[in-house]
Every structure is written in structure tokens, then in C-alpha cells.
């Protein structure tokens, strides 16, 4: 609530005392409504001052009056409709209803004075009859019916019984007088509820309210326009263990917790300018015993007659609320830190197994060029699959690690999607001949290149004829790639997967793309395979605007369907390599694997190229600095000098260095750690295990374009 200082001219301008112009309003709103009744008793009353006095006596009053009754009534009209009125305003209306009093009291006055006994008679009525008004306005009851009707009438017997003489015109007064003043007296009771009925509704209305507010459990509290409480309900006790009574007349910065004054106080400042809206709000508020108890208020303005006088608000206790949103974000926090955690674990065992796996696979790609038997080139084809199945099934482990962190990144490229086809069918033609299985395919595509990335369209490519060949003993599995262009220039891929193998259970099929899951857990001792490659396809798929499906029956077969969405791209034309690309080139290898840099070295010294060595990044950028080379192959992971360092360091020795290609070798190929690669000065990224085919390929991009921008 805003604080004194601060409201001291609102205080001025909205919280003027109101008391007289609601009493002035009842006042108004009354006497326009008995107005008509006032008329009434009126023209009756001039009628027996006619018959008592003369009929010229009671026309001018009568005149009068009427004229006091109709100003009266204009001087009270926008009171009475609900308006505002000026002080002047006010003073007038008062003295006209005053005026109307007056003249009553004027003519009982004249009657009293008469020298009949009519007049007096009359006279008497009249003076009972307020009398009996002033009665019937406060306690209006059937007992106070009978007393206002008696008292006129028996003071006007006792009168006659003492006069000696009697007139017609004394009992024609006195029976009219009687009837008048019951007349009235029953209308005024029928239209006015009494005093005490109108107390009764008044006091149920209050036991009501009382009622609700002991017994609700939120706190409702009304302030002042100053910010002191003038009421607290009792459910403050129980939410912050203090009594309402010593409350009242304190401030509420009392009981806010000092970081959420600026809040409160801007809340109210909101409030004061905007009377009609309403605030919903959390501040903490201060217990009893001394701890904090977060609370959330609902506060709106107080507006009496159009003006504002305080602050009501209803406030609830969601300490319990607090505390579990902050264990579940303290418990988000800590699944976010395990996730990062387990990611980074599975990127550094990667990087630990990676790097003997490219080791192992390079020394078998050298062997396959030496002079071996038949059955030795056997085992060395054997021991290279094993590897490149170790390789995939690693793979798969990262890949789900990427989908958990949600950090599954797609690399778009222009593409051939049917070479991508045709070179999985290739790669996967052998394992399906060894298996006795007929691998098939077939092509319907009238443009194939669109944009999307290369590398995870052949791995769902392959995962898809992979499993089918995995999954067949015997028949044939069936490819086929179908690219239809669309009217918003996008081309759809779908290749289907047809094979004769084992076929998946129907009770198996819904769990079929889980992760970690199989169709029966028998196939992962039979076939092989960690269950993730179904799962990581779908995934891509579906990231790339498509989805796999698929039909199957156990004993006869599958057929999986692979569709794709992606935006048509114009064919790019692929460098086409030299004659012996390498032959008479420089280059530096820094590699702090010596496995690594003798299988390296190998393959590059059999195409002709010149290489120096050099076992961490420190010994790389002195070997730099001494000498000259037309490419480094730069290890990213290594002591004493990482890549990223080293190839800054070697970029800042300036001349050749500064221009020369360098080429990460690594495991990590992740789309932001290769804009970290490209961010240090790196060219290109070749990903281990390191084929010769990769290598070599990436080796011919640089050197094709020497004096082009080329991106990681």
C-alpha cells in the first residue's frame, strides 16, 4: 500500500468525509417519495381549514405549500437520481424542505390561535399528527400505529368534552381529522418500513458477513488510502498468527518483506490511477514467530459516491504452493546438470573410443594393401565391419544423448538423394550377399537434389535397409526411392523398405519405436544392435517435417515407409581431384596419438605427400613457426596445447600461416563445435574414425578452392 508521504495530496483530492451527503441523499431520496402523499393530506388539510376558518385562509396556504412542495422537488431531483451536488446546491434544497415544514407549522399556529373550537381542535390534530410522524419514522409498529392514531383522537374528545358548546362543524372536523391521521398513518406504515425492521435486515445482512468472514480461510483486509488497516479478518490469525485487533490502525509495510516494497508500492500507484481494475499479486508477508510467508493478494479500490477511500484485498497463503515450485525447479535444475553431465560423458568416452577406433580401422584400411593371403584379407574385412559396427552402435549412443539434451542439430546442404540412395544400397549390397539375401532397388525420381542434411538422410537411409537385411534370412529385401515435386516448391521424399524376414508382433508393434527397445529382447543376442536406431530415425524424421511408418505380420515380413519433406536445391557440382592430389605436398600432423599419427602418415605418405610430425599443439605451432607447409591436420583434444589454441597461435604467426588450410581431426563434429573449429581458424573437419576416403576428400575441397571463404 502506498506510503503517507507519497499520498498526501491524493489524500486531499479523494478522501473528503462523506457522511452529510449520504444523510442529505436519504433526506432527498424520502421526501420526493412522499411527495405525492404530502399533496394529498395537503389539499384534504385546506379543505377543513375552509370548513374551520374560510376558504380564502386555505387557498393562499394551499398555494404555498404547493409552491414550497414543487420547488422542493426540483431542488432535490439530481440528488435523488444519484448526483453530486454543489455546496450552494445543498443549502437550497435544505431550506426548501425546511420551507415545507414551515408552512405546516404556520397553519397550526393560525388554527391554534382561532377562537373556536374547531380551530383548536385542528390545531391539536395537527400538532399530534407530527408528533405521530416523528413516531412512525423511527419505530413503526403495530403498537405505534394504534398510539399515533389515538393520541390525535383522544386529545381532540377531551377538548370537545370540555367545551359547553358543540357545533356540526366540530364533529365534521374531528371525524375528518380521525380519518385523515388513520389514513396516514396506515400508508405511511405500508410504505416505510420501520425503524426497526429496516435495524433486523441491517443486523442479518452483518451476521451474514460476519459469518463468512470468520469462517473463510483467506484474510480480507480493508485499508486506507494512507496504507493503515481499518479492518482484518480473523483468518489472520491462523495464516500469520497474529490477532486482527492489533493490526488495526498499522501499516502494511509492517508486514512486507523489504525487497517487495517497491512492488506494493507500485501496485498501489497502479490502483490510485486506474480505480476500476483490479491487481493480482505475490509478496511475502511476515509471520509471528518471524519467518516469511509468501502470499498471493487480490486488491482492487474502494470507491464511495465516486470518490476513492481505501484498499480492500483478499489474500491467501501458497507458502506450501512456493515451496513446491521452487523443489521442481531445484529439481529441474539438477535432471538439466545430470543430463549435461551424462552428455559430457558420453562425448569424452567417445572422444577415448573414437580415438583407438580410428587407430584400429586405419591400420586395417593400410593392411588391405599389403601382401596378404585369401584368408588373411578375410579376417581383415571381418575385423573392419566389426569396427565399423562398433563405430554405429557408438553413434546411436551419441545420438540419443543429442535427443536427451535436445541438442539433435541438422546441418542443411544441397544433395543428391538419389546418389545418397544408391551409395547406401552399395555399401549395405555386400552384407546382404553374405547373408544369402537379394537386395533390390529401384528409383522414380525426375529431379533428385534438394536441401537438407546429407549425413542424417543416409543414416535413416541406412538404418531402415540395415534392419531389413538384418532381419531376413532368407528372400529378398526391396528399396525404393520415389521424390514427387509440390506446388509450394518442396520435393517429397519416401522410400520404402520391403523385406521377407522375421515380421514384429502385433502385441510388440507399439513399442516398436521406444528406445532401448526391440521387438522381442531375444533379437538383441540373435541380431544384434542396441534398439536405438529405429527411435533416432524417427526423430529425424520427424524434425525434418516427416515421419516413418510401417506394416508388418510375424513370419512373412515388414515394409517400412520413409518420408521426407525438404526444399528443392539446385545441383552443385562436385570438385573432381587431380592426378595424384597429395604428390609433393607439406604437411603437418599434429596428433598426440601415435597410433593415430602412424596410421595418418601412412595413408598420406602413400599418395605422395611429405609429412612432419608433431605430438601436442605446442610443438605444432613451433614446427609452424620454423617452417613452411601447404596443410596442417590438426587433433583437436590434446595436453599441454589444444587444437583451437594452437591453431589461433599459428594463425597469429602471420604470412603462409595465415592463409595455410588446417583440417580438424575429431570426434566431436557437432554443428556448434564446428563453428568453434571455424571460429579459431579452422577450414574443415574431417571426423574420426578417419577413413582415406574422407580424408582424402576433404583434403581435395580445400586445395580446389585456395583462394575462396570456406566454411566448416
Known amino acids: ?107 397550526g399556529v393560525m388554527l391554534s390561535l382561532g377562537d373556536t373550537l374547531a380551530q ?78 429496516q435495524q433486523r435486515a441491517i443486523n442479518a445482512s452483518l451476521h451474514r458477513l460476519q459469518v463468512v468472514t470468520d469462517n473463510v480461510t483467506d484474510v480480507i483486509a480493508w485499508l486506507d488510502l494512507q496504507g493503515l488497516h481499518t479492518y482484518v479478518s480473523p483468518a489472520v490469525a491462523q495464516v500469520l498468527g497474529r490477532r486482527p485487533e ?5 501499516t502494511r509495510y509492517a508486514l512486507v518483506h523489504p525487497d517487495d516494497h517497491d512492488l506494493i508500492h507500485e501496485l498501489a500507484m497502479r490502483l490510485l490511477q486506474e480505480p476500476d481494475r483490479s ?9 509471528a514467530d518471524g519467518h516469511w510467508v509468501w502470499m498471493q493478494t487480490s486488491a482492487k479500490i474502494v470507491s464511495e459516491f465516486g470518490r476513492s477511500t481505501g484498499f480492500v484485498d483478499v489474500s491467501r497463503d501458497i507458502s506450501e504452493q512456493v515451496a513446491k515450485d521452487q523443489a521442481l525447479q531445484e529439481a529441474k535444475a539438477e535432471a538439466e546438470a545430470a543430463s549435461r553431465a551424462k552428455a559430457e560423458f558420453l562425448a569424452n568416452v567417445s572422444h577415448e573410443i573414437r580415438t583407438p577406433m580410428n587407430g584400429v580401422l586405419g591400420a586395417l584400411q593400410l593392411l588391405e594393401h599389403e601382401d596378404l593371403s585369401s584368408d588373411g584379407r578375410e579376417l581383415i574385412r571381418q575385423a573392419a565391419d566389426c569396427g565399423r559396427m562398433l563405430t554405429q552402435l557408438l553413434n546411436d549412443v551419441l545420438d540419443f544423448s543429442k535427443m536427451e539434451a535436445g541438442q539433435m542439430e541438422l546441418a542443411a546442404e544441397p544433395m543428391d538423394a538419389v546418389a545418397a540412395f544408391e551409395a ?58 520415389e521424390i514427387i515435386p509440390d506446388a509450394a516448391g518442396d520435393r517429397r521424399i519416401r522410400m520404402s523398405v520391403e523385406d521377407t524376414g522375421v515380421g514384429i508382433p502385433a502385441d510388440a508393434q507399439a513399442h516398436l519405436f521406444e528406445r532401448f527397445r526391440q521387438a522381442e529382447g531375444s533379437n538383441a543376442r540373435r541380431f544384434g544392435g542396441t534398439g536405438l536406431g529405429l527411435s533416432i530415425s524417427r526423430a529425424l524424421a520427424r524434425q525434418m517435417s516427416g515421419d516413418i511408418t510401417f506394416t508388418s505380420v510375424e513370419g512373412q515380413g515388414s515394409t517400412f515407409w520413409l518420408d521426407l519433406v525438404a526444399p528443392a536445391a539446385a545441383p ?38 611429405r609429412i612432419d610430425e ?47 588450410p588446417i583440417i580438424a581431426l575429431t570426434a566431436n563434429v557437432m554443428t556448434h563445435q564446428q563453428a568453434a573449429y571455424q571460429a579459431a581458424g579452422m577450414d574443415g573437419v574431417v571426423a574420426k574414425p578417419i577413413s582415406a576416403q574422407s580424408l582424402i576428400s576433404e583434403i581435395v575441397r580445400l586445395l580446389s578452392a585456395p583462394d575462396e571463404a570456406v566454411a566448416v
Open 120 to 197: 383548536r381542535t385542528c390545531a391539536m390534530v395537527l400538532f399530534m399528527g407530527f408528533f405521530a410522524m416523528i413516531l412512525l419514522r423511527f419505530v413503526a409498529s403495530p403498537v405505534t400505529f394504534v398510539i399515533a392514531g389515538t393520541i390525535p383522537a383522544t386529545a381532540s374528545l377531551l377538548i370537545i368534552g370540555m367545551a359547553a358548546h358543540r357545533d356540526w362543524r366540530d364533529l365534521l372536523a374531528i371525524a375528518t381529522a380521525l380519518v385523515v391521521c388513520g389514513a396516514f398513518a396506515l400508508v405511511r406504515g405500508v410504505l416505510t418500513p420501520s425503524a426497526q425492521a
Open 279 to 287: 491487481e493480482v499479486y505475490t509478496w511475502r508477508a511476515l509471520h
Open 424 to 481: 547406401v544400397v552399395a555399401l549395405l549390397h555386400d552384407q546382404a550377399r553374405a547373408k544369402g539375401v537379394d537386395l533390390l532397388s529401384e528409383v522414380a525420381a525426375e529431379a533428385s537434389w534438394i536441401s537438407a542434411d546429407p549425413v542424417r538422410v543416409r543414416q535413416m537411409m541406412f538404418n531402415l535397409i540395415g534392419n531389413a537385411i538384418k532381419f531376413t534370412r532368407q528372400g529378398h529385401v526391396r528399396a525404393r526411392l
Open 572 to 609: 552443385v557440382a562436385a570438385p573432381e581431384p587431380a592426378e595424384g592430389p597429395l604428390e609433393g605436398l607439406q604437411i603437418l600432423l599434429v596428433e598426440d596419438n601415435a597410433t593415430n599419427r602412424l596410421v595418418a602418415g601412412s595413408m598420406l605418405k602413400r599418395l605422395g605427400a
Open 614 to 660: 608433431a605430438e601436442d599443439g605446442a610443438v605444432g605451432v613451433e614446427r609452424a613457426r620454423t617452417g613452411r607447409y601447404d596443410l596442417i591436420l590438426m587433433d583437436v583434444q590434446m595436453p599441454v596445447l589444444d587444437g583451437l589454441e594452437a591453431t589461433r597461435a599459428i594463425r597469429a604467426l602471420g604470412g603462409w600461416a595465415r592463409e595455410v
Open 246 to 250: 492489533d493490526l488495526i490502525g498499522q
Open 1 to 107: 500500500m502506498p506510503q503517507t508521504g507519497d499520498l498526501a495530496d491524493t489524500w486531499e483530492r479523494t478522501s473528503r468525509p462523506v457522511p452529510l451527503e449520504a444523510r442529505l441523499r436519504d433526506v432527498a431520496v424520502e421526501a420526493r417519495r412522499m411527495t405525492p402523499l404530502r399533496l394529498i393530506l395537503g389539499l384534504m388539510t385546506a379543505g377543513i381549514v375552509a370548513l374551520v376558518m374560510t376558504p380564502k385562509v386555505a387557498a393562499i396556504w394551499m398555494a404555498v405549500y404547493g409552491a414550497a412542495e414543487a420547488c422542493a422537488w426540483l431542488a432535490t431531483g439530481p440528488h435523488a437520481r444519484g448526483g453530486l451536488l454543489t455546496r450552494r446546491v445543498r443549502v437550497r434544497a435544505g431550506a426548501l424542505l425546511v420551507g415545507v415544514c414551515l408552512c405546516w407549522l404556520t397553519l
